[in-house]
């Protein structure tokens, strides 16, 4: 029988076989599609106790004639790994606790469990496997006749699921047949998984078909499918043949694109954005990329790209471009917390479709070090700005930035008001280049005095990330860096600063519960002396994000003064961070690290400095927005100034 198809096309080499075993792909599909359709997309989520979206209980309708019963599930041959399979995938087994409805209830679950078990014996290349459930001392086909069985009142009904493993099969022969008249390369079943004398699981069948499909259509064929698969399962040999047929369907190219749901935004603004070009060779890949942008925009909580069930009268592929707007104005807040910074607050106000394409206006405020002295010693930094995406075609971006600042570490204090405009190109899904100016003037002092700085600089930056995940990346990697010549105006003093930044990840196993992560950075400013430049633009070590375990800002040269010495800062650093991070349970996890760094009085870091080691693990509690992490880390080289421990709190893993 054809999976889901009318035309039989599976049929068994010997008539002794299990009669159960006739269609066993046509088994396992279904089984599939029950697994696939029957979860539940989660609406409410709890974070520390509290739960967010949703009522503290829930309701649960009563059954009616409860009828409690026990069941056990016994496998003979086999291994461990099926064994763990077929029980966690029996709902008698599972739902012993949740009692059905009555005799019906409880036979309908023997039904399914059955058909559920047989298509994970397929699953696993056991076609030749058989599945006994009896009911109160009675097979199930003569309980299923009857429509009853005995059962004393009071007393659980005694379930028993028999399971034979059966032989493993392996797949023969296999073909991928494309229809007649169809100009396309070769599609080798090899390459699609289909290996002769490997375990023919009904899933590699079904995983090749989307495969196919996939590759047909990454080829111009919007429409192409499996029309039809013959699978002919041998118990003599135990080798499965298979024989997919597709059907590409007709080449084509994109047509017209339409936009539905759009109410503030500019039809044209989003089909430039989308960036999908008519005429242009039919590809998926062309289709996905226009979602992410759209999606990219930040404005919308939803977009989709649907393609028409047939081509248009010149032979086009007609798209409809589906979105739903999100609201314009939004306001946010956060908090941070560390034993060597103290608390810090955040807030911003954004809209986020001023003019209709998805220009943005931010306000944003920040406060730091709270609790780390008084009024006097608070650090803030407000500013506004205004982002244009499209500004320069659909990949290119346009920011402008105006603000004040304060800061006071232990080692400067600097005021200071400063604005920066700033151009971004994507050059590819991962590759990001940007050009821009910045200019500040500032009244900043430190051990070595006070000064007032006017700086003007143009910098250019590239950023290439391959991370899975921002908050809470597994694999790939991060790399960006920055060169920035600057003029200061009030010192004549000309500069450049150069800084750069590599991070990786790499889950150990498959579950992606133990993730090894790396992170090196270095920076310098060429050309200037020490004193030439403005404390806050030179390099610091210490503190979270950098060297965890050392006071914020307190690893670099230092200098003697009468109340004994003080940081400076330096001409260039170099740091690294190593962590191992481990999932305990779903939503528990710890991470060991280790971090190094110094900051050096020469442009080049010459180790003239020793490197800091800071050490500690954490603690991440795994939330639908991020990790939540709380790091201690101790100094293993302490210097003045310096804890001897120091805590962590904040969103995301630490890089």
């Known amino acids: 029988m054809t999976l889901g198809r009318r035309d039989p096309c599976i049929r068994e080499c010997e008539s002794t076989g299990p009669a159960h075993v006739r269609h066993p792909v046509f088994v396992a599909f279904l089984s599939l599609f029950v697994v696939a359709f029957g979860i539940q997309t989660a609406s409410a989520f709890e974070i520390f106790g509290h739960k967010f979206f949703e009522s503290e209980e829930e309701e649960v309708t009563p059954v009616p004639d409860p009828l409690p019963y026990e069941a056990t599930l016994d496998l003979k041959g086999g291994d461990d790994d099926l064994e763990e399979t077929l029980q966690n995938n029996s709902t008698l087994v599972a739902k012993q606790d949740t009692p059905p409805s009555g005799e019906p209830g409880l036979i309908a679950r023997a039904l399914a469990d059955q058909e559920q078990l047989i298509a994970r014996l397929y699953g696993a290349a056991r076609y030749g496997g058989t599945v006994k459930i009896t009911v109160a001392g009675q097979p199930l086909t003569q309980v299923v006749n009857a429509g009853t069985f005995p059962h004393s009142a009071g007393k659980p009904v005694k379930v ?87 059907a590409p369907g007709p080449r084509t190219v994109f047509g017209s694109a339409t936009v539905e749901g759009a109410k503030r935004t500019d039809t044209d603004f989003i089909l430039q954005q989308a960036a999908i070009p008519e005429g242009a060779p039919y590809t998926p890949d062309t289709l996905r990329k226009a979602e992410k942008n759209l999606r990219d925009l930040g404005i919308f909580s939803s977009a989709r790209v649907v393609e028409a069930k047939e081509l248009d009268g010149d032979g086009h592929l007609p798209l409809t471009i589906e979105v739903s707007e999100r609201k314009r104005s939004i306001i946010g807040g956060g908090a941070s917390w560390s034993s060597t910074e103290g608390v810090g607050l955040e807030a911003y106000w954004r809209h986020r479709n001023l003019f209709g394409r998805a220009e943005q206006l931010a306000v944003e405020g920040s406060v730091g070090r709270l609790t780390n002295g008084g009024a006097d010693d608070l650090e803030y930094d407000a500013h506004v700005t205004f982002t244009k995406p499209g500004a320069f075609g659909p990949a290119t971006s346009f920011s402008s930035t105006v603000g004040a600042r304060q800061e006071k570490p232990e080692t400067y204090e600097s005021r200071s008001v400063y604005g920066k405009v700033r151009a971004t190109r994507d050059l590819s899904e991962s590759l990001t280049a940007g050009l821009g100016s910045e200019i500040s003037y500032a009244r900043e002092e430190d051990a070595l005095g006070a000064a007032n700085y006017a700086l003007f600089g143009v910098f250019g930056e590239i950023t290439w990330d391959t991370r899975d995940n921002i908050l809470d990346p597994t694999e790939g990697f991060r790399v960006s860096g920055t060169l920035e010549p600057a003029y200061d105006v009030e010192t004549g003093g000309l500069m450049t600063f150069v800084k750069g930044s590599a991070s990786a990840y790499r889950a150990v196993d498959d579950a992606k519960r133990f993730v090894l992560a790396g992170r090196v950075a270095a920076g310098s400013v060429i050309g200037a002396s020490l004193t030439d430049i403005q404390p806050s633009r030179r390099f610091y070590v210490g503190g979270g994000g950098s060297v965890r375990g050392y006071a914020y800002r307190n690893v670099g040269p230092r200098v003697n003064t009468s109340s004994g010495t003080e940081t400076v800062g330096g001409l260039s650093f170099l740091e690294a961070s190593a962590e191992a991070r481990i999932k305990v349970t779903d939503t528990i996890g710890v991470v060991p690290f280790v971090d190094v760094g110094a900051a050096y009085s020469n442009e080049i870091p010459d180790f003239s400095e020793p490197l800091k080691v800071g050490a500690g693990v954490g603690l991440r509690y795994y939330t639908p927005i991020g990790p939540l992490r709380l790091d201690v880390a101790v100094p293993l080289d302490p210097g003045p100034d310096d804890p001897s421990f120091a805590l962590y709190l904040g969103l995301s893993q630490a890089f």
């Open 160 to 246: 028993v699921v028999s399971i034979a493993a059966g032989p493993l099969f392996s797949f023969g022969q296999t073909s991928i047949r494309v229809a007649a008249g169809v100009e396309t390369p070769p599609l080798d079943p090899v390459t699609f998984g289909l290996l002769k004398g490997t375990p023919a699981r009904s899933g590699t069948i079904l995983d090749a078909e989307s495969a196919i499909v996939a590759t047909l259509k990454k080829r111009g064929y919007p429409f192409a499918k499996v029309l039809d698969r013959e699978i002919v399962a041998d118990h003599a040999t135990r080798t499965v043949d298979v024989t997919l047929h597709a």
